[in-house]
């Protein structure tokens, strides 16, 4: 009977460290450089997501509990010291290799003290838990590899300091005084704004998305070339979610854990359109990243906080009118590719259409919230704003459609030829038999 007890409370203090590590992730994430590296960090939010979700659940199961209930302020300082590394290298350190051996080992202990038969399902969370941990360890071994780095002492010793302070987070800590708060809250962490490898970045002379814009409701093999670079460039979102989540404390858990998957989902799309890209042997660096903290001022400002209403006004433009303004033009894409015997983009089309249907549930579930966080943001006709929107974006597309048919279309002009390159290396590695019989689609929308 005198083990009984521990379990949940024991629950909780992972719980808050697991939401913690989630948060440090977000917190630092957007420094990533390498392609898999960005890739890599997206999915383990989304992991991290997912253990303070089988975590939560669990301690629901307990009778008179309550997740995310106050738990020992001596957390939160140790999670407040390693998310304020004194650099990026550290941090990572501090996220993958000390916080979470120290949790592996506290899992490990913890695991001896639940009952393997009245509280096997706790035991199976935490084995799922530290199976999950060990996948990121095996990456931060591949990372160190890549990127060698020693830990900062002075670092390494204050977290020790910690979780002495926390009894290596091996037994429950009593509540006294002030509980903690969320990770960052009481500190003077500022994200920094992402890294984008100077080598991405597009240069004028190959830039074919103008081409792209003009031709794209009348050429099946444009819109192939162009949903490829798009989803690939859809990585920029991902990276701009990262800070949608930090700087919104406020939301409930349920708003993170919803926000996590999209983000992850928007990641992989990147990889999607990047994966489709490399099959035909083009490079990042061929095609031209844009780094969007820059170029889409609706991501929101990467040097400041988000505010409530540019966090609504971001999830708004994304959810609302990009999500939910490219379903037609995607399922024409789908169903072209299809009948035209590329079954490989169609299949990227097919399941970026399931996200996006996901996605914008997301958005519509979420606006509402945020609205509750600023008095100034008009949420009552929020769908009607939205069409509004898309129409307009409609209008000033079509034009620059228009316009960019005035651009130069022969060969020697550079991001011509570039365009007429890519076309002909995809048609080479796999021709679309309805190249020339497909006949005109939908615009693009915005
Ligand atoms: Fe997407
Ligand atoms: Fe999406």
């Not at 009481?186 to 074919?208: A, C, G, L």
Request: charged share 25%; glycine share 4%; aromatic share 10%.
């Amino acid at each position: 009977m005198g083990k009984f007890p521990t379990a949940p409370y024991q629950s909780m203090t992972f719980e808050y460290l697991e939401r913690s590590l989630h948060r440090i992730m977000c917190a630092w994430g957007n420094q990533f450089l390498d392609w898999d590296d960005k890739q890599a960090l997206s999915r383990h939010v989304w992991e991290q997501a997912e253990i303070v979700r089988r975590l939560r659940n669990r301690i629901e199961q307990f009778p008179g509990l309550k997740a995310g209930a106050p738990v020992s302020k001596e957390l939160e300082i140790l999670a407040n010291t390693v998310l304020m590394a004194t650099d990026f290298e550290d941090a990572v350190n501090g996220i993958y290799q000390i916080l979470s051996n120290a949790l592996v080992l506290a899992y490990d202990h913890f695991s001896q003290s639940v009952h393997p038969i009245h509280d096997a399902p706790t035991h199976e969370i935490i084995q799922e838990i530290v199976s999950i941990k060990e996948l990121q360890r095996t990456w931060l071994r591949d990372y160190r590899r890549r990127n060698p780095h020693q830990t900062n002492q002075a670092y390494q010793q204050t977290i020790a300091d910690c979780l002495v302070n926390t009894k290596q987070l091996q037994s429950p800590l009593p509540l006294k005084g002030q509980a903690a708060e969320q990770v960052g809250l009481n500190t003077t962490f500022k994200m920094k704004e992402p890294r984008i490898d100077p080598s991405w970045v597009i240069r004028p002379d190959k830039e074919v998305m103008p081409h792209l814009i003009a031709d794209f409701a009348n050429n099946i093999e444009t819109r192939r070339l162009f949903w490829a670079i798009g989803y690939m460039r859809e990585l920029n979102l991902a990276i701009a979610q990262l800070k949608w989540m930090y700087d919104a404390p406020y939301m409930p858990w349920a708003f993170h854990h919803d926000e996590s998957r999209h983000m992850w989902d928007e990641s992989r799309h990147g990889d999607s359109g990047y994966s489709r890209l490399k099959d035909f042997g083009l490079k990042i660096q061929d095609i031209g990243f844009t780094n969007a903290s820059k170029t889409y001022p609706a991501l929101g400002d990467p040097t400041n906080p988000l505010t409530p209403k540019e966090l609504y006004e971001a999830v708004f433009f994304i959810g609302m009118v990009a999500e939910t303004g490219h379903f037609k033009v995607k399922r024409e894409a789908y169903a072209d590719f299809q009948a035209g015997g590329d079954m490989e983009s169609a299949e990227m089309m097919l399941f970026d259409m399931i996200d996006e249907t996901a996605h914008v549930q997301y958005v519509k579930r979420w606006l509402g919230p945020i609205a509750k966080h600023d008095s100034t943001i008009d949420h009552a006709n929020y769908e009607q704003r939205a069409s509004e929107v898309r129409s307009q974006k409609q209008v000033e597309k079509n034009l620059t459609a228009q316009e960019t048919r005035q651009l130069p279309r022969q060969t020697g002009d550079p991001p011509w030829d570039q365009y007429q390159h890519f076309l002909q290396v995809m048609r080479q590695i796999c021709p679309l038999s309805n190249a020339q019989s497909c006949p005109p689609r939908l615009p693009l929308p915005m």
